[in-house]
């Protein structure tokens, strides 16, 4: 099952615009991932927020996580066509079923010269 | 560090037929996990192995499907039977225990026709 939704679904920006990816999510969790998917390809990991950590940055990657709201969002700056790919939270929970990725529905950021 | 394989990359089977998938993962990570994929959503958790031990399956996993590690290095998935609800990508992930990040093989694309 997935543990939550992602806003928008899809998203077309210009390359050098900033693109934001919200992602909602249902349990307590012990951490939460963002991984990028080339289509028809796996995914890679990009990025790694811990529950007691309320913003974190990775190169033109910043995420913000807000355990009040369960919600966390990515911000890409500066973005490239290199950057088109589908985009997904995952979470890891904290109790009961905790050592394993549950993952949303995903945002397509496509990318246009 | 050669990275997670999945074989075979794409299968394509009819309805009834039994298929097999493999994953190698990563050398040093003791834990390995299959996820399915179908169009348009997030991967969804099917089982996950600690070394040899299958530690947790999900309800997705019904009867028809089985996965084995025997001696705690690669994996496989069975598929008994297979129907056509079962076309999906099937990814596979490998993660040392303790550490957070997981690397996912490029997966198997299953069509049951």
């Known amino acids: 099952s997935q543990q939550g939704e992602e806003d928008p679904q899809a998203l077309s920006i210009q390359e050098g615009e900033n693109a934001t990816m919200n992602c909602s999510y249902k349990?307590?969790?012990?951490?939460l991932q963002w991984y990028r998917q080339n289509s028809g390809r796996g995914l890679v990991h990009l990025i790694l927020i811990r529950s007691n950590e309320r913003e974190k940055h990775s190169g033109r990657l910043r995420v913000t996580l807000d355990t009040s709201k369960k919600s966390s969002s990515l911000l890409i700056t500066a973005s490239r066509a290199a950057d088109t790919a589908s985009y997904f939270c995952a979470t890891e929970a904290l109790t009961g079923g905790g050592n394993k990725l549950t993952f949303g529905t995903g945002t397509q950021l496509k990318v246009e010269l | 560090d050669t990275g997670v394989s999945q074989n075979p990359r794409h299968k394509i089977t009819k309805r009834g037929q039994n298929v097999t998938f493999r994953c190698d993962p990563i050398s040093e990570h003791n834990r390995l996990y299959w996820y399915r994929q179908t169009l348009g959503q997030g991967p969804e958790f099917l089982t996950y192995f600690q070394n040899e031990a299958q530690l947790e399956k999900s309800r997705l996993l019904s009867d028809r499907f089985s996965a084995e590690r025997p001696k705690g290095s690669f994996s496989t998935l069975e598929i008994q039977r297979t129907e056509q609800g079962d076309s999906a990508m099937y990814l596979c992930a490998s993660r040392r225990q303790g550490a957070y990040g997981y690397t996912f093989g490029s997966g198997t694309r299953l069509t049951v026709v």
């Open positions: 349990t307590s969790i012990n951490n």
